[in-house]
């Protein structure tokens, strides 16, 4: 017996969650929405759209984006973005550590191979 | 913003949660499946094929059902799915309790309208 969950943040319908969370990451380490969808193996056409300025997908506005000049474009996260991936990480920290204490609490008994 | 969730416990790919576990609640109360099945909008084959003896989905055998006789048969929930559920009951009301003390610590400042 384990226990299994899917957790994210909604805004108005727009979601926030590990696959976002991960991009940003991913965008905030190399500057380039290119080198993070790559990574993820997700199209950088998609990726640019739950993150672009006009944020179709996303809670808000994560990403300023250059195209070409002189260093060839590049992506950053912006503040908001950076202040709200520093919140989903004490989030997430917080309430899985509380979900395995409540799994064990109360399945201990059956415990086995428990996945989180 | 809010945080939407969906958790719910796995036992060698059979699952277990909200929608076999309000399904059962009314089985006990009930005594029949047929009126739980038919209280959640679902249909007698599916909610027997979940819960029967056979418990191809479900995690253990949880329903004793007796067919025809002179009461017309019933159903009642097995001692091991009674103790299963209490301890579902115990696990979900720790996990959502942190969940939102979770929430409210590290989103407070976004708080409005949390649907947990």
Sequence with gaps: MKVIYKVWLDNNGKAFGEGPYELLKRVEQTQSLHQAANQMGMAYSKAGQSFGSRSKGSVFPCLDRKVGGRSGGGSQITARAKNLMKHYEGFRK???????????????????????
Tied chains: 1, 2.
Excluded: D, N, P
């Design 94 to 116: 917080m309430w899985k550590k509380a979900m395995r204490k409540s799994y064990r609490r109360h399945f201990g008994y059956l415990e086995e191979g428990v996945s989180i």
